[in-house]
């Protein structure tokens, strides 16, 4: 009777265990769901520090200061891989690869170099497409941006700019990086820029 | 034969699917850039902002099913604290490898359902073990419910489907094939238990076979084939009103991988409407990838089973009355695939699952057959019992000589590079020399740029390492350019920048 009655208890209880062992990763799995929904997508890294700023103004989100860059997104084709990070290489004389250009699926790009400790800005500088490609893929619209220890600082709006090689006057002081928010030409259009510079001390 | 001792052997034969798969998991490399591009890495670009996007996922042409699938283990796992691209990788080719093993269970019932119906034949009707009795024919153990009924069949399909080494190899490959394969092959199964099943009434089986249809056919809508054979199955079987809750499950399912391209690539079903345009109405990937003639996957799988596949046809013609089904599926995926040019071996993988359970069940069945009747030689139940044995082993050593070598081969030796690269604290970037023949950034493991090589990136001081074949010319340009040797991995060196 007892053998039986710890039998039928056993018989009771691995279903249970089974179904609760499968509730439990059905649970972990819609858990990791919900947060893989929630991402947006976006781009960061950090390069790793090859050198120390020195005191007088420099280009603060030069690689090799150690730069954070964020990116809304990145196109990345096997062979045509407009990574982020070219933003901050600092090469004069870029290939067409070494460009930062958005995702094609992208309506709202947006960078940011943030450097590793706070800095008093006085320009930012952007290098555009039309450094090496045709003038016309120069961006016109966007919004240059300080960030400070609580967020958005002070910004510049520029509304049409023609040059390939745009210098903004945008001084902070003790800020940790930049933002700069970017309308393509148009609504189809990648954003292509070369080089993000950061000059102050 | 007890009760105890067929949950043994089937226990065994879990156990011994387990091992091969995890013997595969250590030996077996990454072999198709899809395993990454197409499944893993747009999961891992989503979540880390870093990957690399293929022209499919440009042009929208694949559903984000399986990689939202895949990047829900990838968040939890990243939640976690394992922000190891390889170990994150390596997990998820174990968790495939375990939800494979539903492919033994799949034999289990299948082979079982088909050694049942073949056994209600009277020809093939089992001499009854010592202790058991007969009814109708039918083997009836002490303690054993009749689902397990026809357990000979059950063990040897259980057995083809646990260790059959082409299967066992690309259950550790994380494919759209073989997610679907194993909805499908379950399904099928499970649909003929609803043919067989008296009283008739199985309606929540029957949601649970919908589902399934409308999973596998969602995951790959190449196998779509296997739901007009399923609906046939429970058609011939007057299971009318189970075939309706199948059909209203199966397009329930399938309604949600619509909605999920809605909320993803903003059209209802938009990357099933993309990919039969770019497959069939463009004809893109024929002149993508190059087209195969007609015969080569009866080739190809003739070539896996040179010895055996004769063997397992004969099993499958002399079980096709009870197993016509399973059989007619698998031939369908193989045919309709014949008709397109761009053909690769995995894209039939769901033909020898179906195969096998048709045929071990077969096996099975004739393996129990009773000495008396109308049973030929050989008439001693051991020496039966030893030859269907021989003749399953005999299919595993077959297949397992000839389970080697793919149309898609990679060399593991620049995963291996790529991978030590991504765990230097010094990188800042990588050039490598074939951007195809790796695994993407979830390989690599960092969100630092990798790019194919090209002779000016050199320049590019962001780019602290390049991979590259040894003694190649890239190798010598990248020396020249001020890198040098700092590791090697077979054919394969990786070159860092001397930096001052």
């Not at chain 2, 387990?18 to 395993?35: F, G, K, Q, Y």
């Not at chain 2, 202790?131 to 024919?137: H, P, Q, S, Y």
Request: include cysteine.
């Amino acid at each position: 009777m007892t053998s039986s009655l710890g039998g039928s208890r056993s018989h009771r209880r691995w279903p249970r265990l089974r179904w609760g062992a499968l509730a439990l990763v059905a649970g972990a799995w819609l858990f990791g769901l919900v947060c893989f929904a929630l991402a947006d997508g976006h781009f960061e890294a950090t390069l790793p520090r090859q050198q120390t700023p020195p005191a007088h103004v420099h280009n603060l989100s030069s690689w090799q200061y150690g730069p954070t860059v964020r990116a809304s997104s990145y196109f990345g084709d096997w062979g045509n891989h407009h990574h982020p990070m070219f933003l901050v290489d600092g090469k004069s004389t870029p290939d067409l690869v070494e460009k930062w250009a958005s995702g094609a699926q992208d309506p709202h790009p947006w960078v940011e170099v943030l450097w590793r400790e706070p800095h008093n800005l006085e320009r930012v500088v952007l290098h555009h497409a039309g450094v090496v490609e045709n003038s016309a893929l120069t961006l016109r619209r966007y919004t240059v941006a300080c960030l400070t220890a609580h967020g958005i600082g002070p910004a510049l709006h520029v509304e049409d700019n023609q040059d390939s090689v745009a210098t903004h006057q945008l001084a902070c002081t003790q800020v940790r990086g930049v933002r700069v928010k970017f309308e393509p030409n148009d609504k189809n259009d990648l954003v292509r820029v070369y080089e993000l510079e950061t000059w102050g001390q | 034969m007890t009760k105890r001792k067929v949950t043994l052997a089937l226990g065994a034969v879990f156990v011994l699917g387990l091992v091969a798969r995890i013997i595969a998991l250590v030996s077996e490399n990454p072999h198709h850039p899809d395993e990454f591009f197409q499944y893993l890495e747009p999961a891992w670009h989503h979540l880390t902002g870093a990957g690399v996007e293929t022209w499919e996922w440009r042009r929208g042409v694949r559903s984000w099913a399986l990689p939202g699938y895949n990047g829900a283990w990838m968040a939890l796992l990243l939640k976690l604290g394992l922000h190891s691209g390889v170990g994150v990788a390596r997990l998820l080719r174990l968790h495939w490898a375990l939800l494979s093993l539903a492919l033994v269970w799949a034999g289990w019932r299948g082979g079982s359902l088909v050694a049942r119906r073949l056994g209600a034949h009277p020809q093939l009707a089992s001499e009854p073990p010592r202790g058991a009795e007969t009814r109708e024919g039918i083997e009836t153990l002490p303690g054993v419910p009749s689902r397990d009924r026809g357990w000979q069949g059950g063990l040897a399909a259980a057995t083809l489907c646990a260790c059959f080494p082409w299967l066992v190899r690309f259950s550790v490959h994380t494919f759209s094939e073989l997610a679907s394969t194993l909805c499908l092959t379950v399904a099928l199964v499970l649909a003929g238990e609803l043919v067989e099943a008296v009283p008739a009434r199985r309606y929540v089986k029957a949601l649970f076979v919908g589902a399934m249809l409308g999973l596998g056919v969602g995951l790959r809508v190449q196998y779509g084939l296997v739901a007009p054979v399923l609906g046939i199955w429970l058609l011939v079987g007057r299971r009318f009103r189970q075939l309706a809750v199948v059909v209203l499950a199966s397009v329930a399912v399938l309604l949600l991988f619509g909605f999920l391209d809605l909320i993803t690539w903003k059209s209802f079903f938009a990357s099933y409407v993309r990919y039969v345009q770019f497959n069939f109405v463009e004809g893109g990937a024929d002149a993508f990838f190059g087209t195969l003639p007609m015969k080569w996957y009866w080739a190809q799988l003739f070539h896996r089973l040179p010895y055996g596949l004769a063997v397992l046809a004969l099993a499958c013609a002399l079980g096709l009355r009870q197993s016509w089904a399973l059989v007619l599926a698998a031939v369908a995926v193989v045919g309709l695939h014949s008709f397109l040019g761009h053909k690769e071996e995995r894209f039939v993988t769901l033909f020898w699952p179906l195969v096998l359970i048709a045929a071990g069940g077969y096996i099975g069945t004739w393996a129990g057959r009773a000495k008396a009747d109308h049973a030929r030689w050989p008439r001693s139940p051991r020496l039966r019992l030893s030859l269907a044995a021989a003749v399953i082993v005999g299919l595993l050593v077959d297949g397992g000589l000839h389970c080697g070598g793919n149309d898609f081969t990679l060399p593991p030796a620049r995963f291996a590079a790529q991978a030590w690269v991504g765990r230097q604290a010094d990188l800042t970037g990588l050039i490598y020399d074939e951007p195809l023949y790796v695994g993407g950034y979830l390989w690599f493991g960092r969100s630092l740029p990798q790019v194919q090589f090209k002779s000016d990136l050199l320049d590019n001081p962001l780019f602290s390492h390049v991979l590259a074949r040894r003694d190649s010319n890239q190798a010598r340009l990248a020396e020249r350019a001020g890198f040098e040797v700092v590791h090697s991995a077979g054919d394969f060196v990786v070159l860092k920048r001397r930096r001052p």
